[in-house]
T-cell receptor, first 118, second 110 residues
Framework: DAGVIQSPRHEVTEMGQEVTLRCKPI?????LFWYRQTMMRGLELLIY????????DSGMPEDRFSAKMPNASFSTLKIQPSEPRDSAVYFC????????????????FGSGTQLSVL | GQSLEQPSEVTAVEGAIVQINCTYQ??????LSWYQQHDGGAPTFLSY????GLEETGRFSSFLSRSDSYGYLLLQELQMKDSASYFC???????????FGSGTQLTVLP
């Protein structure tokens, strides 16, 4: 398996533009997560899906952020309009499910998208 | 709410043993995980503890004490390639998502 695939690897855009990040999870994984990483705030969970259904989007910072998962093999994270403070590395991760102890045992992360909003 | 605490930096020499501690406060708990992240790379899974005790995977071991809300990652026979950030993460409540600590930057010196 190729692992979690994200595109683009780098995105440079101007403030006010729409940005769309894409993710293909590992086949067979039921959970998909979007994380954002910055020096100031570390790794933050934005939203996660279970079987293509959004379960918790409480981490989405503002209405400018939206995420979809139209099928089991594709998800998008959209920022419209983008702002300089959105600059970060955005990671998509997928997981097979919960462990016997109830926790999410192992996340597989994609290589991330480095977003720079000028 | 929830919080995790881990040291921001640790330095050790090649061949040594280093322990990275993690304490947590969370309502609802579903295991403690550890991830490694090299500069410019993605976090990669190292270990998971769902129950108290020690889990060993090669040079790395992880320990959990749920009564103390405490865990640690033990790295033995350190190598230069182990220089990276190490994150502890806890599973939360009924949502099953992971919350990550702020990370420990490990520097291995020759």
């Amino acid at each position: 398996d190729a692992g979690v695939i994200q595109s683009p690897r780098h995105e440079v855009t101007e403030m006010g533009q729409e940005v769309t990040l894409r993710c293909k999870p590992i086949s067979g994984h039921d959970y998909l997560f979007w994380y954002r990483q910055t020096m100031m705030r570390g790794l933050e969970l934005l939203i996660y899906f279970n079987n293509n259904v959004p379960i918790d989007d409480s981490g989405m910072p503002e209405d400018r952020f939206s995420a979809k998962m139209p099928n089991a093999s594709f998800s998008t994270l959209k920022i419209q309009p983008s702002e300089p403070r959105d600059s970060a590395v955005y990671f998509c991760a997928s997981s097979l499910g919960v462990s016997p102890y109830g926790g999410t045992e192992k996340l597989f992360f994609g290589s991330g998208t480095q977003l720079s909003v000028l | 709410g929830q919080s995790l605490e881990q040291p921001s930096e640790v330095t050790a020499v090649e061949g040594a043993i280093v322990q990275i501690n993690c304490t947590y406060q969370t309502s609802g708990f579903y295991g403690l995980s550890w991830y490694q992240q090299h500069d410019g790379g993605a976090p990669t899974f190292l270990s998971y503890n769902g129950l108290d005790g020690l889990e060993e995977t090669g040079r790395f071991s992880s320990f959990l004490s749920r009564s103390d809300s405490y865990g640690y990652l033990l790295l033995q026979e350190l190598q230069m390639k182990d220089s990276a950030s190490y994150f502890c993460a806890v599973g939360l409540g009924s949502a099953r998502q992971l919350t990550f600590g702020s990370g420990t930057q490990l520097t291995v010196l020759p």
